[in-house]
């Protein structure tokens, strides 16, 4: 078990999001589905409540909220990938409708932030040349999408 679970407030389209995520990443699903039952602010009785939902194999509940708390950039999620295309994938479709930001953001079409970060980038970063890795973070700061193939030509040009 799980013993802390996000909780992401939306306007109404929890379960449209949910099934947007778990559409992206492997081991991810929907375990949930709560229906309000009385009426509340988020809804007549029946309308979709709470969503339980496992993305790339952690919990997250998505409550239908109503309007009063957007998200903003204060919180983001990082998805750390594996290669150039599996990032240009994420960011194509974390993108439709949504925000491009700067140095791999993202704000998703509901305004959840996200950060598609090549796992390179992160080893590159923690470089024991200190020349080498501050090559690196100045090439990411002047990148919206992080290319693979620019991180590893600003470490290794000399």
Known sequence: ??????????????????????????????????????ESPSGPVGSVLTVEFTLAGSKYVGLNGGPQFPFTEAVSFQIRCKDQAEVDRLWEALAADGTEVQCGWIKDRWGLCWQIVPALLIELLNDPDINRARRVQEAMMQMVKIDIAQLEHAADKA
């Open 1 to 38: 078990m799980q013993k802390i679970v996000p909780c992401l407030w939306y306007d109404g389209d929890a379960e449209e999001a949910a099934q947007f995520y778990v559409s992206l990443l492997p081991n991810s699903q929907i375990d949930r589905v709560t229906r309000a039952p009385a």
